[in-house]
């Protein structure tokens, strides 16, 4: 299993990013798969999921602001980043749920993250 992730970069409070996540050693058509975030000095923390039919779930802290989608035809996995904040900037990962649950926070498997920095 291999997830790497990109796309990410420095950005001023309010912009936009999108990162993309290229899985590749297992059938990500039938895999939830998630995004998640780690802040300096702090814990993962789980921001979106989605399933193998497409619905999709959002922390509170990122709805309405954050849109995870993915193309199994290429697959990939993507997470457009709207109205960021300076708090955002961290680490983001993608990664595979356990037990195939998209809103799931632990995870059987991760990339090696893209760093977001939000800063004027």
């Known amino acids: 299993v291999q997830l790497v992730e990109s796309g990410g970069g420095l950005v001023l409070p309010g912009g936009s990013l999108k990162l993309s996540c290229a899985a590749s050693?297992?059938?990500?058509?039938?895999?939830?798969m998630s995004w998640a975030r780690q802040a300096p000095g702090k814990g993962l923390e789980w921001l979106s999921g989605?399933?193998?039919?497409?619905?999709?779930y959002y922390a509170d802290s990122v709805k309405g602001r954050f849109t995870i989608s993915r193309d199994n035809a290429k697959n990939t996995l993507y997470l457009q980043m709207n109205s960021l904040k300076p708090e955002e900037t961290a680490v983001y990962y993608c990664?595979?749920?356990?037990?195939?649950?998209?809103?799931?926070?632990?995870?059987?498997?991760w990339g090696q993250g893209t760093q977001v920095i939000v800063s004027s």
């Open positions: 990664a595979i749920p356990k037990n195939g649950i998209a809103t799931m926070t632990k995870y059987d498997y």
């Open positions: 050693g297992f059938t990500f058509s039938t895999s939830a």
């Open positions: 989605i399933n193998s039919h497409g619905s999709t």
